[in-house]
């Protein structure tokens, strides 16, 4: 059972577009929902979280959209750069008195931003 | 920012042999730790959950026999991966989550393990 679903599985942006990227989970005790981009082999790099007691986050160019009602979240880019051509991975975890747990993570995106 | 540092960085060994992975939290405690294994393009699968002086959970299907972890200090866990296998050639990836800020892990570099 594949508890969070990301799409699309490869997208291609032009530089100064828009990148967005979709995830839907399916447990509702998830209650963390970080974004992480990945470059082949190295480990993945936290972009930017959310829970689910606001819509919406935003960190420069990054933005989480949430919708707990739809189970859904998203990552928008803005201004997309050839620079952030990466893997981005979805997670979500549940929150236990000590902090949030092991996360489970979405397929991943393959993103490409063409100059 | 918070470091996670992984050693080795890559390693060959024989069918049969142990081979031991280290994570360390560099600038920050880590009370709790996690292993996850990440097979070529495609997503990270989480293994087990290292907790600091008591014993790892391991999520379903994962061989705590097979795959040992200790929690020895606030900055340092390890995964032995037991009398390895082909099958068990992956990358192999570390997250330390900061005791002061419970919610972020921050990800070592990964570990890619070869058996021959």
């Not at chain 1, 990054?62 to 739809?70: L, P, V, Y």
């Not at chain 1, 981005?88 to 949030?100: E, N, P």
């Not at chain 2, 600038?27 to 790892?56: C, H, I, V």
């Not at chain 2, 919610?103 to 570990?111: A, E, H, N, R, S």
């Amino acid at each position: 059972q594949q508890q969070v679903k990301q799409s699309p599985q490869s997208l291609i942006v032009q530089k100064g577009g828009i990148s967005i990227i979709n995830c839907a989970y399916e447990n509702t005790a998830f209650d963390y929902f970080p974004w992480y981009q990945q470059f082949p082999g190295k480990g993945p790099a936290l972009l930017i979280a959310i829970r689910p007691d606001v819509s919406e986050k935003k960190e420069g160019r990054f933005t989480i959209s949430f919708n707990k009602s739809a189970k859904q979240f998203s990552l928008h880019i803005m201004d997309s750069q050839p620079g952030d051509s990466a893997t981005y991975f979805c997670a979500a975890s549940m929150y236990s008195g000590g902090g949030a747990d092991g996360l489970t993570f979405g397929k991943g995106t393959h993103l490409i931003i063409q100059p | 920012g918070a470091v996670v540092s992984q050693h080795p960085s890559w390693v060959i060994c024989k069918s049969g042999t142990s081979v031991k992975i280290e994570c360390r939290s560099l600038d920050f405690q880590a009370t709790t730790m996690f292993w996850y294994r990440q097979f070529p393009k495609q997503s990270l699968m989480l293994m087990a959950t290292s907790n600091e002086g008591s014993k790892a959970t391991y999520e379903q299907g994962v061989e705590k026999d097979k795959f040992l972890i200790n929690h020895a200090s606030l900055t340092l866990s390890t995964l032995t991966v037991t009398s390895a296998h082909p099958e068990d050639s992956s990358f192999y990836i570390c997250s330390a989550r900061d005791g002061g800020r419970k919610d972020t892990q921050y990800f070592g570099p990964g570990t890619r393990l070869t058996v021959l």
